[in-house]
């Protein structure tokens, strides 16, 4: 089965049903997350629904330079102490000529699920202009040996034709796993070994940087882990931080938030700011929507409260 097949059952799996015209984005929840395709044809012109007959093909790269959502850092509440060393990055970027050997390359973000890892990349990428590329590690482990070491040396290659240029990694530990943790597998090992010699920059790599993300550096293979110079901590939001996040968001809700917002900043210790967003506003703006109300009131906002399920996240020693 060649890949333009296989892009497509993939494709539709995702998106059949949806409506599109000329120019709409079709945000990939599979495979890169935050991913979006670019609808530049349809037929018949106008707009077409995805059906079971759509014929779907993929043009021109896949990973080719993204700039979907785009996030800023002042719509990043709290992580001060990030953004401060993030500034020499976009130093860096801004001005890939005047470090030379001395230019920031790899830096590690690690922090619970949700607290803008993958938002600040974004943010970083569209500050200076630069190229984003989101890959998930797994997504390079190949098929047969050398697949996985050629596709991250093809990346590298590409960042670096389009630099400046921001590659995320996600997920590393799901290929960077310390060795007594996993037997690694004989294609993962390649990977990180490629992966390393980008790293360690044997290729210039002019004007790229590599941002590198996991929930839980701790079991990171050490000899990965130690080529990162700088180690960035995400922290789930405090109480003064989660006001902010949920007062910013309320803002944007399509629908008008008649509720008193504080009331939930002492009830939602231990929420990521994607919880915030998603499992409490979110969650109450769909319930306003489905009894048909105008207004999300302060029941539609305490039910979805009461439906967050307990927290089962890891200890907190793991993130050290
Ligand atoms: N500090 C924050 N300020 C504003 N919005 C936030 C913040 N943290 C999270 N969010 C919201 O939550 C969403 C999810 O955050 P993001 O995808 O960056 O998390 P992540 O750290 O990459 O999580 P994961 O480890 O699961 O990949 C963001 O798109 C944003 O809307
Ligand atoms: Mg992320």
Aim: glycine share 6%; net charge neutral.
């Amino acid at each position: 089965m060649g890949d333009e097949k296989l892009f497509e059952i993939y494709a539709k799996e995702q998106w059949m049903g949806n409506t599109i015209s000329v120019g709409d984005y079709l945000f990939d929840q599979r495979i890169i997350p935050d991913f979006a395709f670019k609808v530049i044809k349809v037929i018949p012109r106008g707009e077409v629904t995805i059906t079971e007959d759509t014929r779907i093909r993929l043009k021109g790269d896949e990973r080719r330079e993204i700039k979907g959502i785009r996030y800023t850092f002042s719509d990043i509440v709290g992580h001060s102490e990030v953004k401060k060393k993030c500034k020499i990055i976009i130093k860096y970027l801004r001005n890939p000529n005047t470090f030379g050997e001395w230019a920031p390359k790899n830096v590690l973000f690690y922090g619970p699920p949700g607290t803008g890892k993958t938002m600040t990349a974004k943010a970083l990428a569209t500050e200076t202009d630069s190229s984003l590329y989101l890959i998930r590690a797994t997504d390079l482990i190949g098929e047969y040996v050398g697949d996985g070491a050629k596709k991250i040396h093809e990346l590298f290659k590409k960042a670096s034709s389009t630099a400046p240029s921001v590659i995320f990694l996600d997920e590393l530990d799901a290929i960077g796993l310390d060795r007594s943790y996993q037997v690694i597998r004989g294609d993962v090992s390649e990977v990180v070994n490629a992966l390393l010699t980008e790293l360690e920059g044997l290729h210039e790599n002019k004007g790229v940087v590599t941002i590198a993300a996991t929930n839980n550096p701790a079991i990171l293979d050490y000899a990965l882990r130690s080529r990162f110079e700088e180690e960035m901590e995400f922290k789930l939001p405090n109480p003064k931080e989660r006001l902010e996040i949920l007062r910013k968001y309320s803002k944007k809700l399509p629908l008008k938030l008649e509720a008193d917002i504080r009331e939930y900043v002492g009830k939602t210790e231990g929420f990521s700011g994607r919880d915030l967003k998603e499992k409490l506003l979110k969650a109450a703006l769909h319930r306003a929507i489905l009894e048909d109300s105008n207004v999300i009131t302060q029941k539609h906002l305490e039910d979805a409260f009461k439906a967050v399920p307990p927290k089962s996240s890891p200890p907190k020693e793991m993130f050290t």
